[in-house]
C-alpha cells in the first residue's frame, strides 16, 4: 500500500492525523488525510508544503498559466497553485 513504513516512533505520526491544516494564498486549507487506508494518496507530503510556500513568494508567476500536478498526495501543491 505505502512506500514509506508507518509505525509507531518512525516520526510520521502526522501522517496519522485524519485532518492537515495549512494557511496559503490568505486562505486556511483543511485536508483530510486517511493513511492506513489509502496510504500515499491519501496524506499531505512535506515536499509539497515546501513547494507550496516557495510559490506563495512569488518567484515564479502563476497567473494566466496552464499548471498540472503530477504527484502523490492530497492535491495540497494544486489546490495552493490554483489560488494563486
Same mark, same amino acid.
Given at each position: 500500500?505505502?512506500?514509506? !513504513? =508507518?509505525?509507531?516512533?518512525?516520526?510520521?505520526?502526522?501522517? @496519522?492525523? !485524519? #485532518?492537515?491544516?495549512? @494557511?496559503?494564498?490568505?486562505?486556511?486549507?483543511?485536508? @483530510?488525510?486517511? #493513511?492506513?487506508?489509502l496510504?500515499?494518496?491519501?496524506?499531505?507530503?512535506?515536499?509539497?508544503?515546501?513547494?507550496?510556500? =516557495?510559490?506563495?513568494?512569488?518567484?515564479?508567476?502563476?497567473?494566466? @498559466?496552464?499548471?498540472?500536478?503530477?504527484?502523490?498526495?492530497?492535491?495540497?501543491?494544486?489546490?495552493?497553485?490554483?489560488?494563486l
Open positions: 500500500m505505502a512506500l514509506v !513504513p =508507518y509505525a509507531e516512533g518512525w516520526g510520521l505520526q502526522g501522517l @496519522r492525523s !485524519p #485532518w492537515a491544516t495549512f @494557511r496559503f494564498a490568505g486562505r486556511t486549507l483543511r485536508l @483530510r488525510q486517511d #493513511w492506513q487506508r496510504g500515499v494518496a491519501a496524506v499531505v507530503w512535506d515536499a509539497a508544503v515546501v513547494l507550496c510556500a =516557495y510559490l506563495e513568494m512569488g518567484s515564479v508567476d502563476l497567473r494566466d @498559466r496552464a499548471v498540472i500536478e503530477l504527484g502523490a498526495g492530497t492535491g495540497l501543491l494544486g489546490i495552493v497553485a490554483t489560488l
